[in-house]
């Protein structure tokens, strides 16, 4: 493959044409042209649908645009740093967080993080679904318990728990009560909940009077006393400090660990390991006491 006809491939699919690639770069739009044709030859394939008046990538040339694109930005960067005499985080990061944790702590981290680098152009998508990072040309995720995937590799970089909480003003249910509930999502569906308290291992009925999709909705509706709730101890510590809520114990389950991830098969840029030592030093022993501090 013609590594020079690649680079004005994904020259012409950035900027989503011949004439405007041309402007861009000071290319000729004739050369711009040929090259792409002869790099369609080569792969014996269409990488554009020509139109009157549009050009748009086929599957196989977005395919071949998501996954070399990011390859050519990495080898300008590693030019670029070697000819500077070192390896300065530079270029555009993109990074998929999950929703919570990007609604407390990403902005903050963010902002700081673009004032320590200002040569990374951040860029941050809330999301929960797994992402395929090569696909859809992330450096970066974030993940709640992700599940094993032999092409990311990646470390845990915080761990939280659940507790359940309740207003003040709701009171501890007796044996055989039941007691209102706010619940999250469809992913719970228990009748009962499971805690352990400072006399022990406790079982509650619950009434799902409530069901909120977001984790901080559920917070807010658990302060108001229209039930209890299990929520991130991350999330409500300052709650129970200020005696707006009261701890009923602890969720008897596994942890919850947020995991950065990234692709195995690639050398890390700058840029990412700038972003990994920046979390290692917002939270250096990554408890849920580190996480309340920094959202506070």
Do not use: C
């Not at 090259?35 to 020509?50: A, H, P, T, W, Y």
């Not at 996954?67 to 990074?95: C, F, H, Q």
Request: proline share 5%; charged share 25%.
């Amino acid at each position: 493959m013609d590594l020079l006809a690649l680079v004005d491939f994904n020259l012409v699919a950035r900027h989503g044409g011949f004439g405007r690639a041309a402007r861009a770069s000071g290319r000729p739009k004739a050369t711009l042209s040929r090259r792409v044709s002869e790099l369609e030859g080569s792969l014996d394939l269409r990488l554009f649908e020509r139109g009157a008046r549009t050009l748009k990538l086929t599957q196989e040339g977005r395919s071949l645009h998501e996954r070399t694109g990011s390859l050519l930005a990495e080898l300008d960067e590693t030019a670029a740093a070697i000819a500077s005499g070192g390896n300065k985080p530079r270029g555009r990061l993109r990074i998929s967080a999950p929703l919570l944790f990007s609604q407390i702590a990403m902005g903050k981290l963010a902002g700081a993080f673009a004032l320590r680098y200002p040569e990374v152009r951040l860029e941050v998508t809330t999301e929960d679904r797994a992402v395929d990072m090569v696909e859809e040309g992330y450096d970066l995720v974030i993940r709640v318990n992700p599940d094993h995937d032999e092409n990311l590799v990646g470390r845990i970089f915080m761990r939280d728990r659940l507790v359940v909480v309740a207003s003040p003003h709701l009171a501890r249910p007796a044996d055989g009560q039941i007691v209102p509930a706010v619940f999250r999502g469809a992913i719970d569906q228990a009748a009962s909940w499971e805690f352990v308290s400072p006399t022990g291992k406790t079982r509650i009925e619950v009434d799902p009077v409530l069901r909120l999709w977001s984790v901080i909705m559920a917070r807010d509706a658990v302060r108001s006393g229209v039930g209890a709730g299990r929520l991130p101890i991350s999330l409500v510590s300052h709650d129970l400090a200020a005696g707006r809520l009261v701890h009923w114990g602890d969720v008897d389950g596994p942890e919850i660990a947020l995991w950065t991830l990234y692709p195995s098969r690639r050398l890390l840029s700058a840029r990412v390991s700038a972003f990994l030592d920046f979390l290692k030093q917002a939270f250096p022993s990554g408890t849920p006491e580190e996480l309340a501090a920094f959202v506070d």
